[in-house]
Nanobody, 128 residues
Framework: QVQVAESGGGLVQAGGSLRVSCVFS????????VAWFRQTPGMEREFLAA????????HYVDSVKDRFTIARDNVQHKHILRMNRVKPEDTAVYYC?????????????????????WGQGTQVTVSS
């Protein structure tokens, strides 16, 4: 049984930095792609970034490119989303997700249905 533990998040001032992370247990490290999504009330879950099985390829949506970094800690087997220069519009619940593919029909997997295992979500609030 796969379990996902998310941590991090919290309250940060605009322009600051924050980190969220997650650990997947019950699946083999390096056997899955990982993505980060976020969701605000009344809105669909939004894809932000993905990292390939071995961490040698990453992909970002334009709204977070150059501010957010998706990474993996190969020692602690942890997946990380580093958020810099955060804005009030980054306020959301952030989710990590793991799936069996990095590419779906030739493009990086970005649909919620592409990912099988999900973290519980962690709140990030950016104050202005």
């Amino acid at each position: 049984q796969v379990q996902v533990a998310e941590s991090g998040g919290g309250l940060v001032q605009a322009g600051g930095s924050l980190r969220v992370s997650c650990v997947f247990s019950g699946i083999t490290w390096g056997d899955y792609a990982v993505a980060w999504f976020r969701q605000t009330p009344g809105m669909e879950r939004e894809f932000l970034a993905a990292i390939s099985f071995l961490g040698d390829d990453t992909h970002y949506v334009d709204s977070v490119k150059d501010r957010f970094t998706i990474a993996r800690d190969n020692v602690q087997h942890k997946h990380i989303l580093r958020m810099n220069r955060v804005k009030p519009e980054d306020t959301a619940v952030y989710y990590c997700a793991a799936g069996p593919y990095y590419y779906c029909s030739g493009v990086v997997c970005s649909a919620t249905t592409d990912y099988a295992y999900w973290g519980q979500g962690t709140q990030v609030t950016v104050s202005s």
